[in-house]
């Protein structure tokens, strides 16, 4: 494991803000009594949080006396774990998979990029926006070659899709995690070898059972019986996505900031998880209402940008927002 040291600026002191000072206390609650520096690593994370990313020797100290324990021992843990930045990072911190998988895959070329665009590891840039470290295995191997930016993964990265979307970060551009190629989630790369009969998926909307035709029979046992094992079906075709240009007329209104600082909870339309909220405040959609004002044009053009397939359709947000704005559970 690499010598890992404080920085050699420091601030000359750190301290909980009212509010992480409540959270630190709920949290210590949740251990018994005489465990309560088993706290130790959430607070020291929520100190990193608020400290932009990095662990200042001043936070470390007050996290120890918050908890009552030496120094030393929280020093030793913040220095061990390498979650624990020591030193400042970037607005955007790359942190690239270098492991085997990874490497194998193109991380190299993805290294090549870091250090063009970036500069060298650790070292913060100019408009303080990026900065990178080589780490080991983040666990997404089958998604090689990847990087993790803040909290989230981006993956099946080339040097050409890396380096736009550091521009696209840098600039303020929305950017979707995951996998930046036409994959779901970690499904083989050459398209689904499972699952692919779309009897199975037919006659759901929205969570509810609709009418549909009966399934095709499948073959009689007999009819496979002492064949050899059969492939996988062929993948079928899929239509590129076309691609979607920010500025058009399809675009649905969008707001630079939410109604009075509050956004809805878009999480409440059954489909839209925290990441596809983010994705959505990127493109100024804040709320129920701008959601069940889309036109089909509207509907399509997110559709398409965010590379959904139809997915609105399907989970019927529209629909769901127009109840939302009424006010129906
Ligand atoms: S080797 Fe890169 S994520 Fe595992």
């Known amino acids: 494991m690499a010598v890992r040291r404080l920085a050699e600026d420091q601030p000359g002191s750190f301290a909980f803000t009212p509010e992480n000072v409540v959270w630190a206390k709920r949290e210590i609650g949740k251990f018994p009594e005489g465990r309560q520096a088993s706290a130790v690593l959430a607070l020291l994370w929520r100190a990193q949080e608020q400290h932009d990313g990095w662990l200042p020797e001043p936070a470390i100290r007050h996290v120890a006396d918050f908890l009552d324990m030496p120094h030393i021992r929280v020093l030793e843990i913040a220095t ?12 955007y911190f790359v942190q690239l998979c270098g492991t085997t998988p990874c490497m194998l895959c193109g991380a190299n070329g993805l290294k090549e990029v870091c250090r063009r665009v970036i500069g060298p590891q650790r ?16 666990g997404a191997c089958c998604n090689a070659p990847m990087v993790q930016i803040n909290q989230d993964y981006y993956e099946d990265l080339t040097p050409e899709s890396f380096e736009a979307l550091l521009h696209d970060l840098r600039v303020g551009r929305p950017v979707k995690p995951g996998p930046q190629v036409d994959r779901s989630c970690s499904a083989p790369i050459t398209g689904p070898t499972t699952l692919l009969d779309e009897g199975l998926y037919k006659g759901r909307a929205n969570g509810r059972a609709v009418a549909q035709k009966p399934a095709t029979p499948k073959p009689a046992a007999k009819a496979v019986e002492n064949k050899p094992a059969a492939k996988p079906a062929a993948r079928k075709e899929q239509p590129e996505t076309p691609a979607v240009a920010l500025a058009s007329p399809d675009r649905p209104k969008s707001l630079d900031a939410p109604n009075g ?42 559709d398409g940008y965010l590379k959904f397939k139809g997915r609105i359709d399907r989970e019927d947000w529209i629909s769901q927002a127009k109840t939302l704005v009424k006010g129906d559970a």
């Open 80 to 91: 061990f774990y390498t979650m624990f930045n020591l030193e400042p990072v970037g607005e």
């Open 261 to 302: 600082g509050i956004p809805d909870d878009l999480k409440k339309i059954s489909g839209i998880g925290p990441k596809i909220e983010v994705l959505l405040h990127g493109l100024g959609i804040y709320h129920f209402g701008q959601i069940a004002e889309w036109n089909d044009e509207n509907k399509a053009w997110v």
């Open 123 to 138: 070292q913060v840039t100019e408009d303080g926006k990026l900065s990178w470290l080589e780490v080991e295995c983040l």
